[in-house]
């Protein structure tokens, strides 16, 4: 039995060694796309499951960031097909662009995830390995419980209180966001960053001054929309969206932790 | 053996992490100075979107720089400032390392007519 046992886990750990991407790909293959998005008794959409439900966000539809409207392929790392589409990615600063470009030359090789630093916001919404979106109505707070890069989470404050002055906190690797609702999309607005991450697969660069604002939608009962605007005017000449879609994944998020030297 | 690990560790976080824009941050090196004792110089540097401003050896008898570039093409660095004696000071080097946050600025640093090879690296 414990020999079943045995080799029942190694051909699972070793399926999901061989295609971690395929297997999210297959298990979100939408069984209610259509359905509607379930809500709270008031009618407020709920971003994570419904009582009696297990499941997770994840399978982003992108893997890297690129403006909205740009037509760039890379690969799932973040790496352009062509390097000569690195000015499509974002409005960059001539440093911006030169300093991608050479990450991009590079193979990708100082990219911090590499070492277990986090994946920092907005990277984290496309970093495969779940999704959680809490919705804590008591304390006005929403909480995102990631189980890609380093398994972290942050908060989102949607309580009114006063966003910190920037210039006044310790960036950190997902800032300090408050948010509200707009209808049934929550909006999240996200300053005070650390510049120790990459925010996007790829190596687009960042500075102090990054600030997001993200939007969360859920249109049906399989699907998150999820759009992003990234405004950092020592990086960027201008403010540019992206944005991208996860699926609804039955089940719990896989437990697995990062570890120095995957790369 | 465990105070060994620990500075391993140390050492190899360090020697990874990224920043954003490539000259922010503190820069220390050194310079020979009268005689044989060589001068430390400290440079904080800051882009602000537009332009890069800083200091050198911040402190009471700190020295504004007056006009900072870096030129993404090789990733060359020019500064220029003046000493409290009204002569000018001029650096001109390029980023080494670029990748790495202990990355390191090397040149020729210029200053009462002399020149003299200095290599900065990022704290």
């Known amino acids: ?263 | 053996m465990r105070l060994g690990l620990a500075l391993v560790l140390l050492g190899a976080s360090v020697a990874v992490a990224q920043e954003g824009f490539p000259l922010d941050g503190t820069w220390r090196g050194e310079r020979a100075g009268a005689g044989k004792v060589p001068e430390t110089i400290v440079m904080v540097l800051q882009w602000d979107g537009k332009k890069i401003g800083g200091v050198i050896n911040p402190g009471p008898s700190a020295i504004q720089i007056a006009d900072a570039q870096l030129i993404p093409a090789g990733w060359k660095v020019t500064i220029a400032a003046q000493a409290a004696n009204g002569k000018p000071i001029r650096f001109e080097g390029a980023i080494e390392n670029l990748g790495e946050y202990n990355r390191a600025i090397a040149g020729t640093w210029t200053q009462g007519g002399k020149s003299f090879p200095v290599r900065m690296v990022r704290e």
């Open chain 1, 1 to 263: 039995m414990r020999t079943v046992i045995g080799v029942g886990c190694l051909v699972v750990v070793t399926a999901c060694i061989a295609g971690c991407q395929q297997k999210n790909a297959a298990a979100s293959t939408p069984t209610s796309a259509q359905s509607p998005a379930p809500r709270f008794p008031d009618g407020r959409v709920r971003f994570d499951r419904a009582p009696g439900e297990k499941g997770y966000w994840d399978s982003p539809s992108v893997s890297g960031l690129v403006e909205d409207g740009a037509k760039v392929e890379m690969d799932a790392a973040g790496k352009l097909a062509n390097l000569a589409d690195a000015a499509k990615v974002a409005p960059f600063q001539p440093w911006a662009l030169a300093l991608y470009e050479y990450r991009q030359k590079n193979g990708l090789k100082d990219d911090p995830m590499h070492e277990c630093i986090g994946p920092g916001n907005p990277r984290q919404m496309h970093t495969p390995g779940g999704v959680r979106i809490i919705q804590d109505r008591n304390y006005n707070r929403v909480y995102l419980l990631f189980g890609g890069g380093n398994r972290s989470w942050r908060v989102v404050y949607l309580d009114g209180r006063t966003p910190p002055n920037p210039d006044e906190v310790v960036g950190t690797f997902y800032g300090n966001a408050v948010g509200k609702y707009e209808g049934d999309t929550l909006v999240a607005e996200s300053i005070g960053f650390n510049t120790r991450f990459w925010f996007a697969n790829g190596g687009l660069p960042h500075t102090e001054a990054l600030h997001l604002t993200e939007r969360f939608k859920r249109p049906s009962h399989d699907v998150l929309e999820y759009e992003v605007t990234i405004d950092d005017p020592r990086t960027y000449t201008r403010p540019w969206k992206a944005s991208w879609t996860l699926r609804w994944v039955p089940g719990d998020i896989p437990e697995q932790f990062c570890e120095t030297g995957q790369k």
